[in-house]
T-cell receptor, first 112, second 114 residues
Framework: IAGITQAPTSQILAAGRRMTLRCTQD?????MYWYRQDLGLGLRLIHY???????GKGEVPDGYSVSRANTDDFPLTLASAVPSQTSVYFC???????????FGQGTRLTVV | KQEVTQIPAALSVPEGENLVLNCSFT??????LQWFRQDPGKGLTSLLL?????REQTSGRLNASLDKSSGRSTLYIAASQPGDSATYLC?????????????FGAGTRLAVHP
Protein backbone atom coordinates (compact mmCIF):
# COMPACT_ATOMS: atom_id res chain seq x y z
CA ILE A 1 0.00 0.00 0.00
CA ALA A 2 1.43 3.35 -1.03
CA GLY A 3 1.97 5.92 1.68
CA ILE A 4 4.24 6.99 4.48
CA THR A 5 5.95 4.59 6.85
CA GLN A 6 7.31 5.72 10.18
CA ALA A 7 9.50 3.73 12.55
CA PRO A 8 9.53 2.97 15.37
CA THR A 9 5.85 3.06 16.34
CA SER A 10 6.75 3.91 19.89
CA GLN A 11 9.88 4.34 21.95
CA ILE A 12 10.91 5.04 25.51
CA LEU A 13 14.21 6.89 25.57
CA ALA A 14 16.51 7.92 28.38
CA ALA A 15 17.27 11.62 28.56
CA GLY A 16 20.55 12.51 26.92
CA ARG A 17 20.39 9.68 24.40
CA ARG A 18 20.45 10.18 20.66
CA MET A 19 17.51 8.96 18.62
CA THR A 20 16.57 8.93 14.95
CA LEU A 21 12.97 8.65 13.86
CA ARG A 22 12.63 7.21 10.41
CA CYS A 23 10.21 8.25 7.69
CA THR A 24 9.89 6.80 4.20
CA GLN A 25 7.37 7.65 1.50
CA ASP A 26 6.77 5.85 -1.78
CA UNK A 27 4.64 8.47 -3.49
CA UNK A 28 7.62 10.35 -4.97
CA UNK A 29 6.46 13.53 -3.28
CA UNK A 30 8.85 16.44 -3.38
CA UNK A 31 7.98 17.95 -0.02
CA MET A 32 8.24 16.26 3.37
CA TYR A 33 7.55 17.51 6.87
CA TRP A 34 7.94 16.60 10.51
CA TYR A 35 5.27 17.66 13.01
CA ARG A 36 4.87 17.04 16.69
CA GLN A 37 1.48 16.75 18.33
CA ASP A 38 1.02 17.71 21.95
CA LEU A 39 -2.12 17.91 24.02
CA GLY A 40 -3.35 21.48 24.15
CA LEU A 41 -0.83 22.66 21.56
CA GLY A 42 -2.00 20.77 18.50
CA LEU A 43 0.32 19.97 15.62
CA ARG A 44 3.43 22.09 15.13
CA LEU A 45 5.95 21.98 12.32
CA ILE A 46 9.50 21.01 13.33
CA HIS A 47 11.39 20.83 10.04
CA TYR A 48 10.53 20.61 6.38
CA UNK A 49 12.12 19.74 3.07
CA UNK A 50 10.79 21.14 -0.19
CA UNK A 51 12.89 18.79 -2.31
CA UNK A 52 15.69 16.26 -1.98
CA UNK A 53 18.89 17.93 -0.85
CA UNK A 54 17.21 20.87 0.91
CA UNK A 55 15.83 21.28 4.41
CA GLY A 56 14.50 24.13 6.50
CA LYS A 57 13.45 24.98 10.03
CA GLY A 58 9.80 25.10 11.03
CA GLU A 59 8.17 26.55 14.13
CA VAL A 60 9.87 24.40 16.78
CA PRO A 61 13.22 23.19 15.38
CA ASP A 62 15.43 23.43 18.48
CA GLY A 63 16.89 20.11 19.54
CA TYR A 64 16.08 18.43 16.23
CA SER A 65 17.88 17.94 12.94
CA VAL A 66 16.87 16.43 9.62
CA SER A 67 18.45 15.32 6.38
CA ARG A 68 17.06 14.65 2.92
CA ALA A 69 19.57 12.61 0.96
CA ASN A 70 16.94 11.30 -1.46
CA THR A 71 13.28 11.78 -2.34
CA ASP A 72 11.92 8.94 -0.25
CA ASP A 73 13.55 9.32 3.17
CA PHE A 74 13.39 12.10 5.73
CA PRO A 75 14.84 11.06 9.11
CA LEU A 76 14.46 13.22 12.21
CA THR A 77 17.26 13.11 14.78
CA LEU A 78 17.19 14.14 18.41
CA ALA A 79 20.85 14.68 19.27
CA SER A 80 20.38 14.62 23.03
CA ALA A 81 16.81 13.92 24.08
CA VAL A 82 15.10 15.91 26.83
CA PRO A 83 11.78 15.19 28.58
CA SER A 84 10.09 18.12 26.80
CA GLN A 85 10.55 16.20 23.57
CA THR A 86 8.04 13.63 24.77
CA SER A 87 5.40 13.81 22.08
CA VAL A 88 3.82 12.08 19.14
CA TYR A 89 5.78 12.74 15.97
CA PHE A 90 4.20 12.70 12.54
CA CYS A 91 5.91 12.67 9.20
CA UNK A 92 3.99 14.04 6.23
CA UNK A 93 4.50 14.57 2.53
CA UNK A 94 2.93 16.45 -0.36
CA UNK A 95 3.76 17.06 -3.97
CA UNK A 96 3.85 20.80 -3.40
CA UNK A 97 2.10 23.63 -1.63
CA UNK A 98 -1.14 23.21 -3.54
CA UNK A 99 -1.57 19.48 -3.19
CA UNK A 100 -2.95 17.16 -0.57
CA UNK A 101 -0.76 16.37 2.43
CA UNK A 102 -0.49 12.78 3.62
CA PHE A 103 0.57 11.73 7.10
CA GLY A 104 2.23 8.68 8.56
CA GLN A 105 0.87 6.78 11.55
CA GLY A 106 3.13 8.53 14.00
CA THR A 107 5.87 7.69 16.49
CA ARG A 108 5.02 7.99 20.16
CA LEU A 109 8.20 9.04 21.96
CA THR A 110 8.61 9.19 25.71
CA VAL A 111 11.79 10.71 27.12
CA VAL A 112 12.44 9.80 30.75
CA LYS B 1 -0.35 35.53 12.69
CA GLN B 2 -2.68 32.89 11.27
CA GLU B 3 -4.87 31.17 13.82
CA VAL B 4 -7.29 28.34 13.16
CA THR B 5 -10.25 27.73 15.43
CA GLN B 6 -12.62 24.80 15.41
CA ILE B 7 -16.05 24.82 16.97
CA PRO B 8 -17.38 22.88 18.74
CA ALA B 9 -14.50 21.24 20.61
CA ALA B 10 -16.61 18.14 21.15
CA LEU B 11 -19.87 16.85 19.79
CA SER B 12 -22.01 13.84 20.67
CA VAL B 13 -24.89 12.88 18.38
CA PRO B 14 -27.16 9.90 17.78
CA GLU B 15 -26.61 7.82 14.71
CA GLY B 16 -28.30 9.11 11.56
CA GLU B 17 -28.04 12.81 12.29
CA ASN B 18 -26.63 15.27 9.78
CA LEU B 19 -24.01 17.46 11.37
CA VAL B 20 -21.77 20.43 10.70
CA LEU B 21 -18.27 21.02 11.98
CA ASN B 22 -16.92 24.55 11.82
CA CYS B 23 -13.45 25.87 11.12
CA SER B 24 -12.42 29.52 11.05
CA PHE B 25 -9.10 31.17 10.23
CA THR B 26 -7.94 34.70 10.82
CA UNK B 27 -5.96 35.43 7.62
CA UNK B 28 -7.62 34.85 4.25
CA UNK B 29 -4.23 34.52 2.47
CA UNK B 30 -4.32 30.74 2.28
CA UNK B 31 -3.38 28.35 -0.53
CA UNK B 32 -5.82 25.66 0.45
CA LEU B 33 -7.67 24.10 3.35
CA GLN B 34 -7.62 20.44 4.22
CA TRP B 35 -9.87 18.40 6.51
CA PHE B 36 -8.43 15.39 8.31
CA ARG B 37 -9.75 12.65 10.50
CA GLN B 38 -7.72 11.25 13.41
CA ASP B 39 -8.70 8.13 15.29
CA PRO B 40 -7.35 7.70 18.85
CA GLY B 41 -3.68 6.78 18.83
CA LYS B 42 -3.55 6.90 15.04
CA GLY B 43 -2.28 9.16 12.31
CA LEU B 44 -4.16 11.74 10.27
CA THR B 45 -6.26 10.61 7.34
CA SER B 46 -6.95 13.18 4.67
CA LEU B 47 -10.65 13.65 3.96
CA LEU B 48 -10.98 16.62 1.63
CA LEU B 49 -8.76 19.30 0.13
CA UNK B 50 -10.24 22.62 -1.01
CA UNK B 51 -8.09 24.97 -3.03
CA UNK B 52 -8.39 28.68 -2.27
CA UNK B 53 -10.21 29.23 -5.58
CA UNK B 54 -12.82 26.57 -4.85
CA ARG B 55 -16.05 26.82 -2.91
CA GLU B 56 -16.64 23.20 -1.96
CA GLN B 57 -15.57 19.60 -2.30
CA THR B 58 -17.54 16.41 -1.83
CA SER B 59 -16.59 12.86 -1.04
CA GLY B 60 -19.34 10.39 -0.27
CA ARG B 61 -21.25 11.59 2.78
CA LEU B 62 -18.80 14.41 3.36
CA ASN B 63 -19.07 17.90 1.96
CA ALA B 64 -16.66 20.69 2.79
CA SER B 65 -17.23 24.33 1.92
CA LEU B 66 -14.84 27.25 1.93
CA ASP B 67 -15.56 30.95 2.21
CA LYS B 68 -12.09 32.43 2.05
CA SER B 69 -13.15 36.05 2.35
CA SER B 70 -14.88 35.43 5.65
CA GLY B 71 -12.29 32.94 6.86
CA ARG B 72 -14.62 30.01 7.29
CA SER B 73 -14.96 26.39 6.30
CA THR B 74 -17.55 23.83 7.25
CA LEU B 75 -17.49 20.07 7.09
CA TYR B 76 -20.92 18.56 6.62
CA ILE B 77 -21.39 14.89 7.48
CA ALA B 78 -24.62 13.35 6.26
CA ALA B 79 -26.36 10.46 7.98
CA SER B 80 -23.70 10.04 10.65
CA GLN B 81 -22.61 6.55 11.69
CA PRO B 82 -20.78 5.21 14.77
CA GLY B 83 -17.77 4.65 12.52
CA ASP B 84 -17.55 8.41 12.02
CA SER B 85 -16.49 8.80 15.64
CA ALA B 86 -13.07 10.44 15.60
CA THR B 87 -11.36 13.81 15.95
CA TYR B 88 -11.73 16.03 12.90
CA LEU B 89 -8.98 18.53 12.18
CA CYS B 90 -8.92 21.36 9.71
CA UNK B 91 -5.68 22.89 8.49
CA UNK B 92 -4.85 25.82 6.23
CA UNK B 93 -1.83 25.92 3.98
CA UNK B 94 0.06 29.20 4.18
CA UNK B 95 3.38 30.66 3.16
CA UNK B 96 5.20 32.02 6.19
CA UNK B 97 8.84 32.73 6.81
CA UNK B 98 9.74 31.59 3.32
CA UNK B 99 8.22 28.15 3.54
CA UNK B 100 4.79 26.62 3.24
CA UNK B 101 3.18 24.87 6.15
CA UNK B 102 -0.11 23.59 7.44
CA UNK B 103 -1.57 25.40 10.44
CA PHE B 104 -3.97 23.20 12.34
CA GLY B 105 -6.99 23.82 14.47
CA ALA B 106 -7.33 22.00 17.79
CA GLY B 107 -9.96 19.67 16.35
CA THR B 108 -13.55 18.64 17.00
CA ARG B 109 -13.96 15.37 18.86
CA LEU B 110 -17.02 13.63 17.45
CA ALA B 111 -18.88 10.75 19.07
CA VAL B 112 -21.75 9.11 17.17
CA HIS B 113 -23.70 6.72 19.35
CA PRO B 114 -26.01 3.97 18.12
Amino acid sequence: IAGITQAPTSQILAAGRRMTLRCTQDMRHNAMYWYRQDLGLGLRLIHYSNTAGTTGKGEVPDGYSVSRANTDDFPLTLASAVPSQTSVYFCASSDGALTEAFFGQGTRLTVV
Amino acid sequence: KQEVTQIPAALSVPEGENLVLNCSFTDSAIYNLQWFRQDPGKGLTSLLLIQSSQREQTSGRLNASLDKSSGRSTLYIAASQPGDSATYLCAVRVISGGYNKLIFGAGTRLAVHP
